[in-house]
């Protein structure tokens, strides 16, 4: 009895996770985009503001803000963006998400790096890298 009861319930909680991570990923893929029309509206402080608590201790918000305006300043606005690659994570917080994308700014191009935490149907900003040659000079 113990067997035909083992695969019904594997097969719900497999499925149960997809499910779970499938919705997760949308949720990360939101804010990506909420992210870069922030960041092209010059909106870094809404940024910081919406980012984990992890993030916040690391970046104080005049440093993303510098950080952000010299990257603005360099690539111009996010005019448009490709996922390249995304895995999600099941983590005692919630599921971390990681994004990539190749993006083209108004004055070069480049690639975006995304971690969210996302927890309670939100996404928290853990981490962001955005890569161009253009950022080298």
């Given at each position: 009895m113990i067997n035909t009861l083992t695969v019904p319930l594997a097969a719900i909680v497999c499925f149960t996770s997809a499910c779970s991570f499938t919705r997760d990923k949308t949720i990360a893929e939101a804010a990506v985009t909420a992210f870069n029309e922030q960041y092209s509206a010059g909106e870094f402080t809404e940024i910081f503001e919406a980012a984990d608590p992890r993030f916040q201790e690391t970046t104080s918000p005049e440093e993303l803000t510098n950080i952000l305006a010299t990257v603005q300043e360099r690539l111009g606005s996010v005019e448009e963006i490709n996922q390249t690659s995304w895995t999600v994570e099941a983590i005692p917080e919630g599921s971390l998400v990681k994004l990539a994308y190749?993006?083209?700014?108004?004055?070069?191009?480049?690639?975006?790096?995304?971690?969210?935490?996302?927890?309670?149907?939100?996404?928290?900003?853990?981490?962001?890298?955005?890569?161009?040659?253009?950022l080298m000079n």
């Open positions: 190749d993006v083209e700014f108004a004055e070069a191009s480049g690639t975006e790096e995304f971690d969210y935490l996302i927890a309670d149907g939100e996404a928290r900003l853990l981490r962001f890298n955005i890569k161009s040659e253009a």
